[in-house]
């Protein structure tokens, strides 16, 4: 049984087959995660990193490629050609990808050294605490985020 469970679920694509930029997964819902995505594309102006909402086909496959149930809309997760990282880890490691033009220091020097000084417990409760309340913060829409077309190429579908 399982051994035919296995033949009938497809491939996952290969999302870094031609393009090795890290993707954020993101909540497409969230208005929270999306002032984030936001935040995100103008402190990459070089265009680093990428994007797909957690709901999407591309998040879906993206999240079993990283060993997480493919409805888990529960973190952020930071898709790396060879390595995944959720919660605060995801959220740490993403700074350091960043080039904050009116901080150029800090942000990378959060992520890679100040943020790891704080244990992960300590840190994953933090963002569990603002991830279980998001909607209640910002609220939500209807749909997933509606691309602007000067970042589609950053948008993975």
């Known amino acids: 049984a399982a051994a035919a469970a296995a033949a009938e679920t497809p491939p996952l694509p290969d999302f870094f087959a031609a393009d090795k ?3 954020i997964l993101f909540d ?5 995660c999306n002032g984030g995505v936001n935040l995100a594309l ?12 957690l709901q999407s086909p591309a998040g879906r ?25 959720v919660k605060s880890d995801a959220v740490l490691r993403i700074a350091t ?7 150029p220091p800090l942000l ?6 100040i943020g790891p000084l704080f ?15 998001r909607y209640d913060l910002l609220g939500k829409q209807d749909s997933c985020r509606l691309g602007d077309d000067r970042f589609d190429e950053r948008f993975v579908e």
């Not at 497409?28 to 929270?32: A, D, E, H, P, T």
């Not at 103008?42 to 909402?53: I, Q, Y």
């Open 28 to 32: 497409g819902v969230c208005n929270l």
């Open 97 to 103: 990808y960043l080039d904050a033009p009116l901080l």
């Open 61 to 85: 496959a993206l999240l079993q490629r990283a060993g997480r149930q493919p409805d888990d809309i529960s973190s952020i997760v930071l898709i790396e050609e060879n390595k995944a990282y």
């Open 42 to 53: 103008d402190l990459d102006p070089s265009g680093r990193l990428r994007f797909a909402a």
């Open 119 to 133: 244990p992960q417990f300590f840190r994953d409760a933090v963002y569990d605490l603002v991830a279980d309340n």
């Open 108 to 113: 990378p020097l959060a992520g890679g050294v």
């Open 21 to 23: 930029r890290p993707i």
